[in-house]
T-cell receptor
Framework: NAGVTQTPKFQVLKTGQSMTLQCAQD?????MYWYRQDPGMGLRLIYY???????DKGEVPNGYNVSRLNKREFSLRLESAAPSQTSVYFC??????????????FGPGTRLTVT | GQQVMQIPQYQHVQEGEDFTTYCNSS?????IQWYKQRPGGHPVFLIQ?????EVKKQKRLTFQFGEAKKNSSLHITATQTTDVGTYFC???????????FGKGTTLSVSS
């Protein structure tokens, strides 16, 4: 099992460009999450999908959109990248989202730089 | 809004010294989870505590959940260079559908 995979691993964008970060999990998990990590800020939730067919905003959703394509895949789209979106992006999955009682499995991350 | 706070932000120790990081929540938690992130890596789940006053051990790591279920700690005995990384605590959001992470404590160890 590969667990949680993310593509690409690294990306450099110019301001205003768009891109989609891909995430897939092979653990048959129901819930998936997108976080961003900035120095000294910990992990901040962007969007999550508690189950296939649903998505909800997290703490920092502005400038992002998501698609839960199927049970395995959850993508994050930056429509018009800004330097403030320079960050490391992690996708995670868990069996369920109920009461946060399920451990989350993280992908290796995408390191994004917006110039 | 709901907050999970961790102290200290950074800690440097000599190999063999002990280390403790503390986690405090603004709300009562149904459970708390701890994760470790090695430099350049991704967070990896360590443990979950559920009961008030619960104490769990993993080799040199001791995890505690406070009686009021609003705080937790991670203590490492006799640190090793392999303990280097950032330790995060996380508690469920009030809606119960996501985790709220603390900002983490970054541990460095010199030999």
């Amino acid at each position: 099992n590969a667990g949680v995979t993310q593509t690409p691993k690294f990306q450099v964008l110019k301001t205003g460009q768009s891109m989609t970060l891909q995430c897939a999990q092979d653990m048959n998990h129901n819930s998936m999450y997108w976080y961003r990590q900035d120095p000294g800020m910990g992990l901040r939730l962007i969007y999550y999908s508690a189950s296939e067919g649903t998505t909800d905003k997290g703490e920092v959703p502005n400038g992002y959109n998501v698609s839960r394509l199927n049970k395995r895949e959850f993508s994050l789209r930056l429509e018009s990248a800004a330097p403030s979106q320079t960050s490391v992006y992690f996708c995670a999955s868990s069996e369920y989202a109920g009461q946060g009682s399920y451990e989350q499995y993280f992908g290796p991350g995408t390191r994004l730089t917006v110039t | 809004g709901q907050q999970v706070m961790q102290i200290p932000q950074y800690q440097h120790v000599q190999e063999g010294e002990d280390f403790t990081t503390y986690c405090n929540s603004s709300t009562t938690l149904s459970n708390i989870q701890w994760y470790k992130q090695r430099p350049g890596g991704h967070p990896v789940f360590l443990i979950q505590l559920v009961k008030s006053g619960e104490v769990k051990k993993q080799k040199r790591l001791t995890f505690q959940f406070g009686e009021a279920k609003k705080n937790s700690s991670l203590h490492i005995t006799a640190t090793q260079t392999t303990d280097v990384g950032t330790y995060f605590c996380a508690g469920p959001s009030q809606a119960g559908t996501a985790l709220i992470f603390g900002k983490g404590t970054t541990l460095s160890v010199s030999s």
